[in-house]
């Protein structure tokens, strides 16, 4: 399996810190050059199990988000080990968000983890 047929637009993801777990929103994965791009939407939420996560996830509107859309590289977004426990369909403003990055000829892409983008250990 292919590094961007492990996901699909829309999965919420999951990923552990030291005393909880925080939600990810994968909303595509480009190939850019020789490398993937992944642009995700991070959430403030912070949750002390993953099935509290779980629930939240299956309502992703009702996240508070901390990062509207960023775009990392394939080392950053695989720093942080995460899991899919939902999967929701992208809303246009998803999908704007993404279409804005990729029409801007000086796109910017990430090497900083979602942890250190958060502020978070």
Request: charged fraction near 25%; hydrophobic fraction near 45%; aromatic fraction near 8%.
């Amino acid at each position: 399996m292919s590094i961007d047929q492990r996901f699909s637009p829309g999965d919420l993801l999951v990923f552990q810190l030291e005393s909880g777990f925080g939600l990810l929103r994968l909303l595509g994965v480009d190939k850019h050059e020789e490398e993937y791009v992944w642009h995700v939407t991070a959430y403030a939420d912070l949750f002390p199990d993953v099935d509290m996560a779980e629930v939240a996830a299956a309502e992703p509107h009702r996240l508070t988000v901390a990062i509207p859309f960023t775009s990392m590289t394939t080392r950053a977004f695989e720093s942080t080990q995460v899991s899919v426990i939902h999967n929701a369909e992208l809303t246009e403003k998803d999908i704007d968000l993404l279409e804005i990055w990729r029409r801007d000829p000086e796109r910017s892409v990430s090497d900083r983890s979602v942890r250190l983008l958060l502020g978070l250990r």
